[in-house]
């Protein structure tokens, strides 16, 4: 016997996705596309204080350049590190800070206001999902300009190290890139979720900030113990930008450091969804 058409499942495209969940995506990505026009227009109306805030960032960056410089003119090697490879570590890790801070600082360190000032009712009761809208709210633009400062130093810095990374070690980079901007996202937004037990947490956040310090650090310059436990497996400092630049520098010890900081990433992710949705079950608003 012929099954009904009302009983059929959904017809689905090649991939295996549902219509419904292209259009989810879809109406998703149009929403963000809104917000980064909001956020440009947003950003050019105060150009003075866009412009500034970039002359900021690469003059702290100047400084740690400075930092290494002055370093090395007593040593030759950190460890197993030499000069430029600790100035490609360094500008690695701050490309990673700064594509986080483009896309989500802002938004995560807003979230404590939302919700001592009843706002989260609001993103609450809008067709999107929740965490998506607070997570990538406003674009930090000017992080971007900043960003792409890190680059030219990486690049710099590969040549004068010699380094002619393939296609295959660049697409690595990127996507171990990519896990280091995740795990900052989800611990970070995971700490902001103590503002729904508390009136504020801006200490707790902007003091998670303050130590990205350790990601421009080579891990070979610790000592086994508990500080290289805790920014290895609990704080995973010492993988984000590690191991995209021991990548890229050919000194990976071996295969295991990228699925280790692969794995922390989905780990980091997946305990900062479960936190999320056990805060927003125990939120009773600011008017309650």
């Known amino acids: 016997m012929n099954t009904p058409a009302a009983c059929s499942p959904p017809p689905s495209d090649a991939a295996g996705r549902s219509p419904a969940a292209w259009r989810r995506l879809r109406h998703h990505a149009a929403v963000y596309a809104v917000l980064c026009r909001n956020s440009l227009v947003r950003e050019m109306s105060f ?17 740690q350049l400075a930092f290494v410089a002055v370093i090395y003119q007593h040593t030759e ?66 992080a971007f300009v900043n960003a792409a400062s890190a680059v030219v130093v990486m690049g710099y810095a590969a040549v004068r190290l010699e380094l002619e990374p393939g296609p295959a070690q660049l697409a690595g980079f990127g996507l171990l890139c990519a896990a280091g901007v995740l795990i900052h996202y989800a611990l970070m937004f995971m700490l902001t979720t103590v503002s729904f037990w508390t009136v504020q947490a801006q200490g707790i956040v ?41 990548l890229l520098a050919d000194k990976l010890g071996s295969p295991l450091e990228i699925l280790l900081l692969v794995a922390l990433a989905g780990v980091c992710f997946g305990v900062s969804v479960r936190v999320w949705r056990f805060a927003v079950r125990h939120y009773t608003s600011a008017s309650s």
Not at 47 to 55: H, M, R
Not at 207 to 232: C, I, S, W
């Open 47 to 63: 150009k003075v204080n866009f412009t500034l805030w970039i002359v900021v960032e690469l003059l702290w960056f100047a400084l």
């Open 77 to 142: 090697r950190i460890a197993t590190w030499s000069r430029w490879e600790v100035v490609l570590l360094v500008g690695a890790s701050h490309f990673i800070q700064q594509v986080f801070t483009a896309l989500f600082l802002t938004n995560c360190v807003q979230l404590s206001d939302h919700i001592r000032t009843g706002r989260l009712d609001f993103f609450l009761l809008l067709p999107v999902n929740t965490r998506f809208l607070l997570s990538v709210r406003q674009v930090d633009l000017g």
């Open 206 to 246: 902007w003091g998670y900030y303050n130590l990205f310090n350790v990601a421009r650090v080579p891990d070979a310059a610790f000592r086994p113990g508990a500080f290289k436990v805790v920014f290895t497996f609990v704080l995973p400092m010492l993988l984000v930008a590690n191991v995209p630049t021991k």
